[in-house]
């Protein structure tokens, strides 16, 4: 399977900016289509954007526009850049990788351990 690290998780004020990585390892990276999912304090896990293998994205409503999702295979890394932030993108941010094109969690079979987002308003 494929190890995944997450960085660049912090604290901001809204209406800024973040900048999230995640480097993999262990795996063919371009194999495998990579997510970005959060989970805030009593919520459950849920999407928030993925990239596939020819660059495709998709974005969940509440961050398209605001987000953007980006991979380097040469580094075996992928990008979440966040901007406009809001108090309620508040949480922590998982990296995960599918071998599948997909945006169910389900499917994500290797998960990083997660980097706080912590926006003030």
């Known amino acids: 399977q494929v190890q995944l690290v997450e960085s660049g998780g912090g604290l901001v004020q809204a209406g800024g900016s973040l900048r999230l990585s995640c480097a993999a390892s262990?795996?063919?990276?371009?194999?495998?289509?990579m997510g970005w999912f959060r989970q805030a304090p009593g919520k459950e896990r849920e999407f928030v954007a993925r990239?596939?293998?020819?660059?495709?994205?998709r974005y969940a409503d509440s961050v398209k526009g605001r987000f953007t999702i980006a991979r380097d295979n040469a580094k075996n890394t992928v990008y979440l850049q966040m901007s406009s932030l809001k108090p309620e993108d508040t949480a922590v941010y998982y990296c995960?990788?599918?071998?599948?094109?997909?945006?169910?969690?389900?499917?994500?079979?290797?998960w990083g351990q997660g980097t706080q987002v912590t926006v003030s308003s």
């Open positions: 995960a990788a599918a071998p599948i094109l997909t945006t169910w969690s389900n499917n994500y079979n290797s």
């Open positions: 262990g795996r063919t990276f371009s194999s495998y289509a």
């Open positions: 990239i596939g293998w020819n660059d495709s994205t």
